[in-house]
């Protein structure tokens, strides 16, 4: 059940958005006992991602990022 510490990254992340399998999160909380590093760096990121919930931060559209760069395109 060794994971290597991209594959760890990987599942840190997709925890935090809801994505990772039961299986993923097993082997995640096996490497963090382990990697004491990993630990805080996946207590950091989940703390980021709870401000960022809290404070409704949001992506741009699709369509927003377009326009966006349509625009950044002409004034070049």
């Known amino acids: ?6 594959k ?10 809801g994505e990772a ?3 993923e999160i097993l082997q995640l909380k096996v490497y963090l006992l382990f990697f004491k590093e990993c ?10 991602t709870s401000l960022c919930e809290r404070i409704e931060l949001a992506s741009l559209s699709e369509e927003d990022k377009a326009a966006m ?8």
């Open 1 to 6: 059940m060794k994971i290597s510490l991209e």
């Open 8 to 17: 760890a990254k990987q599942i840190c992340t997709k925890t935090q958005y």
């Open 21 to 23: 399998t039961w299986w």
């Open 39 to 48: 630990a805080e760096f996946s207590a950091k990121n989940g703390k980021l």
């Open 69 to 76: 760069k349509e625009r950044l395109q002409k004034k070049l």
